[in-house]
């Protein structure tokens, strides 16, 4: 294969086995300064069968061989440092690190959610003003920062839903969910004790109004919609998709997954949302940190705030803030304290960094997307016209002819040096290649991923296998899921040989190139 | 703007390339009404210093220079350098959830050591990738023992952490659950008779924690096989893993739901935290979250991949075990760190000196004549003491002298207004004890 490849270049990594294959006894990484009280026996203290001698077959490694293993596994991952992340509806943007920096502060960092509030007025100052930041943005009049994930959030906004139709003398039955939503959504309804109907999408990929009108009765507690869809595309009959929930006393939740296309630009509270969350590690800019920790605020209009998962924070006189869990008509509470403070101070300096200029960041987010669709048009086939937003979704048709999906081109894609595009998703585009480049890749970086996406296009025209085959370039190559659901093995044991228990008969060592590029 | 890495000229190459005469154009879509057209009222921009400055000013208003004595769910421990270098590499740190498996086995390899290391320290058989944190933990181990057992009635140990109570009522109230609360013992632990009393063939769950709020290690092992007679499950929370170093796990519990921050996260005012939930082999189909599986590459090589997502709300939409859809990664990724740093003896040690300065602390303040210890069960670094008069009223004088006193006990248990929850950790000094018990003398000696 000559395709000449202007990302990537191959380059050795380091191998490297489970911790606890280098473990050895006797060995130490940390020394804590010696005691200054007296020792205690712990077997008087603890009863002797309360008591064991330490962790069996925990590690016992040096400090160096602790720093080089995870530096090691380190190097194995792709990550927005290295180059575009175009995961559709992930918004993989730049995590800027002044924002680490600052949630490390002493003072900050070293805060425990029950000292006294009189003591913690400048964290709960953070909260007070990224509250008001995010109703900005949002055009609501009430915000959560309590639940830990968009999941979460999501799970909170149907429980103040839920509460708010409980107080009106009936909870209702149902919630409807789009075909293009994420997986979420119907799981957390049944979470919140919720039917759930799916609406099929009419054929521009949006929601079909008039079936819309017809499933909206008196039973339906809300709709969950995701704006702008999984397709990228804007709901453009929201408003009155607003206005017939609300004639039947429903109310409208919005999955605010895809605010990088809105914010600066429209607000949901001003197009008939009556609750949304917010995913802070998109939009917002904290880490994905492989999975997580995320974090997803929930903001409402007034009607739904006297629910709010406690605690809330009021503003007493003098400007004093103050935690109140004293609310009678609340949901309760959705995790432990207050919520995930460390998220909620970088998201903070996320928007402090750009101020009203971060509607300047939503624009090159939609320009990108819409020049990479520009570009790869007719390349990739287009399953729905509608104008894109801050993401495109093709679909992988024209390659199918030779007998090469999604999933290949994703693989290859990787032997150019990017990150895959999200694959699986939406449901409702077979062979979906779901791309959001975000504002974070310049020019050059997606002028870089059209060639790239061009040139594989080529290959599944001329050389099907070695796409079908890819990736060719990683320390790994495709890896058998099926095998592993089998029969799982999820963690190590002291009777595990190294470099694993399976197939060893064909066992190839690393490093092994395929030469293929 | 510093973030943005356009020109003015290639914005204007890529809108013409696009067909577009102006940004504004593509979002015509937006119908126009509904379009802003002022820009948001938001403070900023800020330079990178400016935002440097507006936090340190906020971290100034805080606690900065007072000793404290709170634990209660987040505890002050020591945390290596290392972790922090490590969670803070780009590829850790900017890359997301490891789907493609083979740009990402550096995330899947930490998950699984993590999975193995929960294991080991929990006594159970498998581990996932991490939950939220110890209160959700605790309340999707519930909800799966609900699942396993097509029950719905759940006994709620009263000293399991008030706002993992809390979450458990939200999330029940509309899954179905029937929560009961049972009272402690005199010694601080479990009331075994009303255990036995309630225990029916209806009970889906037992929750405990230990040690439990008050800072009392429970019977787990005994509380096990009372659990087991009557077909229910045994779920042990727990809220201060450093115990494990030297307390035995819970090995007979059949769901372990902890909460890892003492694991080298910060109390960062309430999170993130990373939660744990570990169980039974048998009962992984109905784990829920992230788990990562050992497998091979086509060449036989090994690897690792997520599996067994046919649970997850991703493919199984609202059929799944739970919605949750992310693990704490990063979060657990700091914990893989710092245990492998502590290694067995570094967590043993550590353990030995929670202890011992827990009994330094108790020992010191038994010496006032009017503080008494509460419940006489064994402890770990937690203990509870009964005062003369208010605790709130003690800790506002204690502020006086710098000290963050204990937690209030009577915030979440009216009937114990007199009791504080102490907690000293190896972070807490010899002086600060002292300090403490000097200050909470004269305090208790003046008149109210």
Redesign the interface.
């Known amino acids: 294969m000559t395709t000449k490849i202007n990302k990537a270049t191959r380059h050795t990594s380091q191998n490297e086995g489970l911790i606890f294959e280098k473990s050895s006894p006797g060995k130490r990484a940390f020394e804590l300064p010696p005691l200054d009280v007296p020792i205690v026996d712990a077997n008087a203290l603890l009863g002797a069968h309360h008591r064991h001698d330490g962790v069996e077959h925990f590690p016992e490694v040096s400090e160096i061989e602790v720093l080089r293993h995870f530096t090691r596994l380190s190097t194995w991952n792709y990550a927005i440092d290295l180059g575009m992340y175009p995961l559709g509806s992930c918004t993989m943007k730049y995590n800027p690190r002044v924002n680490e920096f600052v949630a490390r502060l002493e003072g900050l960092a070293t805060e425990h959610p029950y000292q006294p509030q009189e003591l913690s007025q400048g964290c709960l100052k953070v909260l007070r003003l990224l509250e008001r930041c995010l109703l900005e943005i949002t055009g609501m009049d009430a915000i959560t920062l309590q639940p830990a994930a968009g999941a979460q959030g999501e799970l909170t906004g149907l429980l103040l839903i839920r509460a708010y139709l409980e107080k009106q003398g009936n909870a209702r039955k149902k919630v409807l969910i789009p075909d293009s939503a994420h997986g979420t959504n119907p799981a957390t309804a049944v979470i919140a004790g919720y039917e759930v109907e799916n609406i099929k999408s009419e054929s521009h990929g949006q929601i079909d109004v008039d079936k819309l009108r017809d499933l909206v009765t008196e039973n339906v507690a809300a709709l969950m919609i995701t704006n702008p869809s999984t397709l990228g595309i804007f709901e453009q009959r929201i408003p009155e998709i607003a206005e017939i929930l609300h004639a039947k006393g429903a109310l409208l939740y919005m999955d605010g997954a895809n605010m990088n296309a809105l914010t600066g630009i429209t607000r949901p509270g001003d197009f008939g949302v009556d609750v949304m969350h917010l995913n802070l590690h998109k939009t917002f800019s904290t880490p994905h940190g492989g999975g997580g920790p995320g974090t997803g605020p929930v903001a409402m209009k007034k009607f739904l705030e006297p629910f709010r998962p406690v605690p809330v924070l009021v503003e007493k006189e003098g400007g004093r803030l103050a935690l109140d869990s004293n609310r009678a008509d609340s949901i309760g509470r959705v995790k432990a304290f207050v919520g995930n403070f460390g998220l909620l101070v970088r998201a903070l300096a996320y928007i402090l960094a750009y101020g009203p200029g971060v509607r300047q960041a939503t624009e090159d987010a939609v320009i990108n997307a819409n020049y990479i669709r520009k570009n790869l048009e007719g390349v990739f086939d287009l399953p729905y016209e509608l104008p894109s937003m801050h993401e495109v979704v093709f679909s992988d048709a024209i390659q199918k002819k030779n007998g090469v999906n999604t999933m290949d081109i994703a693989k290859r894609l990787i032997d150019y040096g990017f990150h895959p595009y999200t694959t699986a998703f939406p449901l409702i585009v077979p062979g979906a290649l779901m791309i959001e480049p975000t504002e974070s890749e310049s020019k050059e970086e997606c002028d870089l991923f059209i060639e790239a996406m061009r040139a594989i296009a080529q290959e599944a025209a001329e050389n099907p296998a070695l796409v079908k085959s890819a990736p060719h370039t990683t320390r790994v190559r495709r890896l058998d899921e099926v095998g592993a659901a089998r029969k799982p093995i999820l963690r190590w044991k002291p009777t595990d040989k190294p470099e694993g228990r399976l197939h060893h008969a064909h066992k190839t060592p690393h490093p092994e190139p395929t030469p293929t590029v | ?6 020109s003015p000229t ?2 204007q ?3 013409e ?4 005469a102006s ?1 504004e154009e ?6 126009e009404r ?3 057209t002022e ?8 330079s ?1 210093a ?3 400055q ?11 220079g ?1 000793a ?1 004595f ?1 634990g ?3 505890y ?1 421990h ?1 945390r ?1 350098v ?1 972790t ?15 789907y ?8 899947l ?5 993590f ?3 929960m ?3 929990t006594g159970q ?3 996932n ?2 939950m ?5 933990a605790t309340t999707e181990a519930v909800l799966m023992a609900e699942r396993l057992t097509g029950r719905r009635r759940v006994l709620v140990a009263r000293s399991l ?1 008030p ?2 109570r ?2 458990l ?3 029940g ?4 659950s029937l929560l009961e609360e049972l009272p402690y013992a005199k010694d601080g632990t479990l009331d075994v008779a009303a255990l036995t009393r309630s225990l029916r063939g209806d009970v889906a769950a037992v929750v405990v924690q230990s040690p439990n709020f008050f800072g009392v ?1 429970e019977e787990t ?1 005994e509380l096990a096989r009372l659990v087991k007679n009557s077909g229910a499950l045994l779920v042990v929370a727990i809220t201060e893993g450093v115990s ?6 819970p090995a007979e519990a059949d769901i372990v739901a902890m909460e890892g921050q003492s694991f080298g996260l ?7 935290f ?1 939660g744990v939930i570990a169980s039974r082999d048998k009962f ?1 189909r109905q784990l829920p979250g ?16 997520l ?4 649970r ?7 059929k ?1 075990t ?10 657990a ?1 700091a914990a893989t ?1 710092h ?12 353990a ?2 929670n ?3 827990a ?2 602390a108790l020992g010191e303040l038994e010496k006032i004549p009017a503080v008494r210890r509460a419940f006489a069960g ?1 402890f ?1 670094n937690e203990f509870t003491v009964e005062l003369p008069r208010s605790v709130k009223l003690v ?1 506002a004088q204690l ?1 006086e002298e710098k000290i ?1 006193g204990p ?1 209030v006990l009577g915030t979440a248990y009216p009937e114990l207004t007199k009791h504080a929850l102490v907690c000293v950790t ?1 972070t807490t ?2 002086a600060q ?1 002292e300090k403490l018990a000097v200050a909470l003398r004269r305090i208790l000696e003046r008149p109210l």
């Open positions: 703007m510093r973030y943005l890495p356009k290639e914005r190459e890529m809108l390339s696009i067909g577009a940004a593509l979002f015509s879509s937006i119908p509904y379009r802003l820009p948001l009222k938001l403070p900023g921009p800020l990178e400016e935002i440097i507006y936090f340190k000013e906020r971290a100034a208003e805080n606690s900065s007072y404290s709170l209660a769910g987040v002050n020591l290596s290392i922090d270098v490590v969670i803070q590499r780009g590829e850790f740190l900017t890359s997301y959830t490891p493609q498996a083979e740009i990402t086995q550096g995330t390899q930490a998950i699984f050591e999975q193995t290391l294991c080991q320290l058989e498998v581990a990738a991490s939220y944190d110890g209160s959700t952490h706002e993992y809390d979450v009522r939200t999330y109230r509309n899954c179905g290690i092992a494990l170093g030297l307390v035995k796990p910060a109390p960062s005012y309430g999170g993130p990373v992984v992230r788990l990562a599986g050992e497998t091979t590459d086509t060449e036989g090589r090994r690897g690792f991949v599996t067994l997502a046919t997850e709300q991703h493919i199984r939409r609202e799944a739970s919605n949750i859809c992310t693990n704490q990664a990063l979060c990724l760190v245990l492998t740093l502590l290694g067995k003896e570094g967590l043993r040690e550590m030995q000196q202890l011992s300065k009994a330094f064994p770990f800790n502020l963050i937690f190896e000094t010899r004890i």
